[in-house]
């Protein structure tokens, strides 16, 4: 499975981690705001990376990975406010920010590789 694969479906087990956390966060904690903003950058992630499979050149590829990787920062920053506002535990949180901090890293890695091979 090349890197490209495996951040597909690195992204897409995310996003359905991140719908789970949001439908918790609106059943069991009555939280509406931010478990919007949640769901909205966490699915976004594996979103633009789908389809940056599609994409029409070299430069709409790097695009909409540079989007994934902008979205992945934000999810990270919504996690650590649901941590420390109460709304999800070190547990949960830690456990989903492992597997964002993956993604951030393969992103950052074929970006920083196709930006090699424009120069």
Do not use: C, P
Request: glycine share 6%; aromatic share 6%; hydrophobic share 35%.
């Amino acid at each position: 499975m090349g890197k490209n694969n495996a951040l597909r479906e690195l992204s897409y087990n995310f996003a359905l981690r991140i719908v789970k956390l949001g439908r918790f966060l609106r059943e069991d904690k009555n939280e509406f705001i931010l478990s919007k903003q949640i769901v909205r950058s966490g699915t976004s992630i594996g979103a633009n990376i789908e389809e940056a499979s599609g994409a029409q050149s070299q430069k709409d590829f790097i695009a909409k990975l540079h989007i994934s990787l902008k979205e992945s920062k934000e999810t990270h920053y919504w996690l650590r406010l649901l941590k420390d506002s109460g709304y999800t535990t070190e547990e949960q949180t830690e456990s989903m920010l492992k597997d964002l901090n993956l993604i951030i890293t393969l992103l950052t890695k074929s970006l920083k590789t196709l930006k090699s091979k424009e120069s």
